[in-house]
């Protein structure tokens, strides 16, 4: 089965500053790997997804992300940090062609 | 704009108490889902179904059941609440195949307190 494993539960960095959100994978074919954002009191929003094709993935917000196959790797990364990124960031992969499976979700904290 | 809709923000309910969570979705998709968030352990699926009528066990279905009568609304459904099933609860939604055009869209959850 499908997984993906989220390294840092809580991630403080400084307004202006590189952004980098870790999450591994675990998967037996290709995977289908997605960032979502979950601002204070929403639900989730999709960030940006890899599917197939460029390994180098650009979002909303100024967000990308890598798919990196021999690191098993999909972090998610912005050069310069805004006040507005503080929310929760959730990495997933599809499970079969319908079901997501998240991670435990990492805390942005920006600092002014 | 798409919309899925939870019908309550907060609840506060009283243990053994029969709790329904209701969703509905405007986009005519094929698939729903019901989540539980919870601190450090991030989004695990209850329940999704895939049809009308139609429902899967998700990893943390004890203690829940779901009804989808009509493919727009789907509910969850806590028999007995009790206070371990104090979470946040997210809805969503997707087309029958995700993929590279299609993406599942989320509800704002309602937070759901036991006592």
């Known amino acids: 089965a499908q997984s993906v494993t989220q390294l840092g539960s809580h991630v403080s960095v400084s307004e202006g500053a590189l952004v980098l959100l870790r999450c591994n994978y675990s998967s037996s074919v290709p995977p289908y790997l997605f960032w979502y954002v979950q601002y204070p009191n929403q639900g989730l929003q999709l960030l940006l997804k890899y599917t197939t094709g460029a390994t180098l993935v650009k979002g909303i917000n100024g967000f990308e992300a890598e798919f990196k196959k021999s690191e098993t790797s999909f972090h998610l990364t912005k050069p310069s940090a805004h006040m507005s990124d503080a929310a929760e960031y959730f990495c997933?992969?599809?499970?079969?062609?319908?079901?997501?499976?998240f991670g435990q979700g990492t805390r942005l904290t920006i600092n002014p | 704009d798409v919309k899925v809709t939870q019908s309550s923000r907060y609840l506060v309910k009283r243990t053994g108490e029969k709790v329904f969570l209701e969703c509905v979705q405007d986009m005519d998709h094929e698939n729903m889902f019901w989540y539980r968030q919870d601190p450090g352990l991030g989004l695990r699926l209850i329940y999704f179904?895939?049809?009308?009528?139609?429902?899967e066990k998700g990893d943390i279905p004890e203690g829940y059941s779901v009804s989808r009568e009509k493919k727009e609304r789907f509910s969850l459904i806590l028999e007995s609440a009790s206070t371990n099933q104090t979470s946040m609860y997210l809805c969503?939604?997707?087309?029958?195949?995700?993929?590279?055009?299609?993406?599942?869209?989320f509800g704002q959850g309602t937070r759901l307190t036991v006592v």
């Open positions: 179904s895939y049809d009308v009528k139609m429902k």
């Open positions: 997933a992969i599809l499970q079969g062609a319908q079901k997501l499976v």
């Open positions: 969503a939604s997707s087309p029958s195949i995700l993929g590279a055009n299609t993406e599942a869209f």
